[in-house]
């Protein structure tokens, strides 16, 4: 069977950004398939060239073994796609405008309207289906989003962040339906820089860094690779650089200690790496108990996705966001999208 997604060396430059370098995937039917990277790592880049949106420079892209670059329309027809902001039109109501999503993709009147009924059920939004889409909720707004996506039935489901600013309720209800399609056989794939999103819902994960695939893998295969558990400690609320010094220069030596690190960012907090045994954490407690030095607070935690990121790219998903926000020109950018296929 061939794989539901196949990207092989993908690439995108708009101008001077290399936007995405170089992208390989391979997503199986059925998979719920996360694209983890900070903001501007590529990864709506990726997917608009999946989803016939823009243009790639390189790269195969196939969907169901179909060509989107040789047969567009038939590659269509496998994909849903959920931009991150839809421009819905206000003024319809959530019925009409799934009407028009399946005028547009030519479902005949009668199978269209046991669709919508359908659809509208399934995402819990039936009672507000003739109401104006103008009043609806972020959530909501999402929902019906989700159900325009998946009228004409894909096998692909491909979210683009689909979570950002909903509240928690909404963000649950979102992932408990894309947990059912999946059950019912959908491939999903789903970008998101919420490490917690992709650690929940996804089979396999790509992290995705400047425009390149850092690593890949299950969730727990990715966190078991870097290894070791991790340790936050802090001496005092606030520590002192030489209190926090002195007690690294006391934990590092010790055998199961592989790397300590000092975050000023956070009140001289400690950073341990340790071997991933249970008593690391009292080892720890006393040794520093011995040299005369408080604790205010411990706690040992296995490693996370971003300790991934952090191991392959030497910085945290969060510090990449930030580094991120203020180098683009997001209106440009947006402006461009919405001229089409790029
Ligand atoms: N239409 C565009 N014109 C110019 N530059 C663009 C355009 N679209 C994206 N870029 C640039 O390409 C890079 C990758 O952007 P992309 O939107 O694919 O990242 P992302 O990981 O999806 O982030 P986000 O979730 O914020 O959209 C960024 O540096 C961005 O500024």
Redesign the pocket.
């Known amino acids: 069977m061939s794989p539901a997604v196949e990207i092989q060396g993908l690439q995108k430059r708009?101008?001077t950004?290399e936007?995405v370098k170089q992208v390989s995937l391979s997503i199986q039917p059925g998979e719920i398939f996360g694209l983890l990277?900070?903001?501007?790592?590529?990864?709506?880049?990726?997917i608009r060239c999946l989803c016939t949106l823009t243009k790639p420079d390189a790269g195969i892209l196939k969907v169901n073994g179909v060509s989107v670059l040789e047969r567009p329309r038939l590659a269509r027809q496998y994909l849903g796609y959920i931009a991150?902001e839809v421009a819905l039109d206000k003024v319809l109501t959530g019925r009409e405008l799934l009407q028009l999503q399946a005028a547009l993709y030519h479902i005949p009147a009668k199978v269209a309207k046991a669709r919508i009924d359908q659809m509208l059920a399934l995402l819990d939004i039936a009672a507000y289906g003739d109401q104006k889409t103008g009043t609806y909720s972020g959530g909501l707004r999402k929902r019906l989003d989700l159900a325009a996506g998946l009228l004409h039935q894909p096998d692909v489901l491909v979210l683009d962040?689909p979570t950002v600013g909903l509240d928690i309720e909404s963000r649950a209800a979102i992932w408990q339906f894309l947990r059912q399609l999946k059950a019912a056989g959908t491939t999903v794939l789903i970008?998101s820089?919420y490490l917690e999103e992709i650690d929940a819902l996804a089979d396999r994960v790509a992290i995705?860094d400047r425009?390149e695939v850092i690593a890949t893998g299950t969730p727990s295969d990715l966190k078991d690779k870097v290894g070791g558990d991790r340790i936050t400690l802090r001496i005092r609320e606030f520590t002192s650089g030489d209190e926090a010094e002195s007690a690294r220069q006391l934990l590092e030596p010790l055998d199961f200690v592989q790397e300590v690190i000092v975050n000023p960012a956070q009140g001289n907090s400690l950073n341990l790496v340790v071997d991933p045994q249970s008593d690391a954490l009292l080892n720890v407690q006393q040794a520093l108990k011995q040299s005369g030095l408080p604790v205010f607070g411990i706690s040992q935690a296995r490693p996370s996705l971003d300790d991934v990121y952090l191991a392959a790219t030497g910085r945290t998903l969060i510090d990449a966001e930030l580094a991120a926000v203020g180098s683009?020109d997001l209106k440009?950018?947006r402006k461009?999208?919405m001229k089409g296929v790029?």
């Open positions: 708009y101008g950004v936007a990277g900070p903001n501007g790592a590529g990864k709506t880049t990726t991150q962040e970008t820089h995705i425009g683009r440009a950018e461009q999208q790029s």
